[in-house]
């Protein structure tokens, strides 16, 4: 399972990041860099609360 | 209060003028024991675009963008949609933008580069024990006088408040005299705002000249130090930026927290809930801000542009209630329905694209702490039997005069 990040997209709202810390890296201005991110085992459920609370609608699933 | 009501543009079709606005519509006037959320709500049955005249301070009229995808295409395209009005500069008859509100992209992100790090989530947590210390101690003042209280006066306003104090690196002294000068500005008459605004931007220039001279570690140092593109910020940038911190997180805080009490005290089982659950309140405080939000993002139109089929013209205001994007059923499932342990939650209580607030990391901080010390500290409440809050619409939702009591529980132990 991977989350694609459209960091154009991303306003910093870093509701990812309180879902999954392990997952996302903010960077110091509090978005996430360009790149997506690879979701380990056990991670999954976090993963989708993520996605699913991003507002801009900058991260999306794939299976 | 506000200016007369300014005619209707030509181009406005006429089916599509609205008797709503955000200050006189139903249920946006001061009322006792309000609901002005569940009023602006019945928007969603409407048109999704209307006009709404008188929409602002000065009379204008402005579209009203209802739903959530609508706002969201608004808000993410500040080229198209510009917030640049220098609404405080003007009340004051002079011409200088808040910074980062009022300045549009592309210019717009160099500002939000320098400011994000500031209140980056990271850098609040390290103000997290200084915002826990500031909630208890303004609790336990309030306990100590008795078992009802003003909560808004003695807790809500005064902790946003002086936590803004922190930031700027004043302490807490001279809380009573900015409380003072936050409730001209916020809720005073036109003569009293005009007044409080002049102070504020006096005290806050006065600090910058100091801070210029001799730095500290604080914000005003940091922001008359910096560098951006090589060049130093001009007084009025520094002007610009820190009045806009100054009333950016005090009313939209202390109306957060006053709508949370507000509910809490009609809901005794959640507040119950809550109380012998705090892990609890960090998703109930999502769930609040997405039902009881304050703000109006307005923005104007930089070029003719369509929206669900309706032509907004050059120059026309449009507004983005996000009272009503958050209780879109297209975004949620039982969108009327407040459910604390609420997980999808995609609210838009903090505005959506370039401008989303600064702050917000630090006001979801300030919200779930102050929550936590109230209820860990303040037995079961209640409103004040005799008494009745005050609600209030406009451009920035808020209850007023709103008395708890927790006489009854008192007694009981
Ligand atoms: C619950 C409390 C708060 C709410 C609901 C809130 C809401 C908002 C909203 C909706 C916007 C966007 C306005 C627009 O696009 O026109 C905004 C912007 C802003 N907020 Fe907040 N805010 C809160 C607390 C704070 C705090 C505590 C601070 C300061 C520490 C703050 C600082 C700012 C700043 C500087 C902006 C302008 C950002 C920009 O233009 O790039 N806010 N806020
Ligand atoms: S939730 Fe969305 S906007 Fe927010 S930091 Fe994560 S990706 Fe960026």
């Known amino acids: 399972m991977k989350v694609k990040v459209d960091a154009a997209k991303c306003q910093g709202n870093a509701r990812c990041w309180t879902w999954a810390p392990n997952l996302f890296e903010l960077n110091d201005e509090g978005y996430l860099d360009p790149g997506d991110v690879n979701v380990p085992e056990g991670e999954e459920e976090n993963a989708r609360r993520a996605v699913k609370s991003c507002p801009e609608r900058a991260l999306t699933l794939e299976e | ?413």
Request: glycine residues 8%; hydrophobic residues 40%; charged residues 25%.
């Open chain 2, 1 to 413: 209060m506000r200016a007369a009501v300014q005619p209707v543009p030509d181009h406005v079709p006429q089916e599509l003028v609205s008797s709503f606005n955000l200050f006189t519509g139903p249920g946006m006037e001061p009322a006792p024991m309000g609901d002005p959320h569940a009023a602006i709500e019945t928007l969603l049955a409407g048109p999704p675009v209307f006009f709404a005249p008188g929409n602002t301070r000065n009379g204008e009229g402005t579209w009203v963008v209802v739903r959530a995808e609508d706002q969201r295409r608004v808000l993410q395209d500040g080229e198209t949609f510009s917030s640049n009005r220098n609404i405080f500069a003007s009340a004051l008859g002079e011409s200088w933008p808040m910074i980062p509100l009022e300045i549009d992209p592309p210019e717009h992100s160099k500002w939000r580069s320098l400011l994000n790090p500031l209140l980056s989530p990271r850098r609040v947590i390290g103000l997290e024990p200084i915002v826990r210390e500031r909630a208890i101690s303004l609790i336990e003042a309030m306990k100590s006088r008795g078992t009802d209280a003003d909560v808004m006066k003695d807790f809500c306003l005064p902790f946003a408040v002086s936590i803004f104090l922190q930031f700027l690196g004043i302490g807490s002294e001279r809380l009573e005299e900015f409380v003072g000068w936050a409730t001209d500005l916020l809720h005073g008459t036109p003569a009293q705002r005009t007044e409080a605004a002049r102070t504020v931007v006096s005290f806050l220039d006065e600090l910058r000249d100091l801070r210029r001279q001799e730095p500290t570690d604080d914000f005003m140092s940091f922001v008359t130090q910096a560098r951006i593109e090589g060049e130093s910020l001009s007084d009025m940038e520094v002007r610009g930026m820190s009045v806009l911190l100054f009333i950016a997180g005090l009313d939209t805080v202390a109306a957060a927290l006053g709508f949370d009490f507000y509910y809490l005290a009609q809901h005794a089982d959640q507040q119950e809930l809550l109380r012998t659950d705090p892990k609890r309140i960090q998703l109930a405080a999502e769930e609040m801000l997405r039902a009881f939000p304050s703000v109006t993002p307005v923005r104007r139109a930089t070029r003719d542009v369509e929206l669900q089929g309706i032509t907004i013209r050059k120059g026309d205001l449009v507004a983005c209630p996000s009272m009503t994007a958050n209780r879109d059923p297209a975004e949620f499932p039982d969108a009327g329905k407040i459910v604390l342990n609420r997980e999808d939650n995609r609210h838009v209580a903090f505005a959506y694209g370039p401008h989303r607030c600064l702050g917000s990391h630090l006001a979801r901080r300030e919200i779930v702490i102050g929550l936590e010390e109230f209820l860990a500290r303040i037995p079961t409440f209640r409103i004040k039997p005799g008494t009745a809050p005050i609600t209030h619409g406009g451009f920035v939702f808020g209850v007023d005069n709103l008395q708890l009591d927790w006489s009854e529980q008192e007694k009981a132990q």
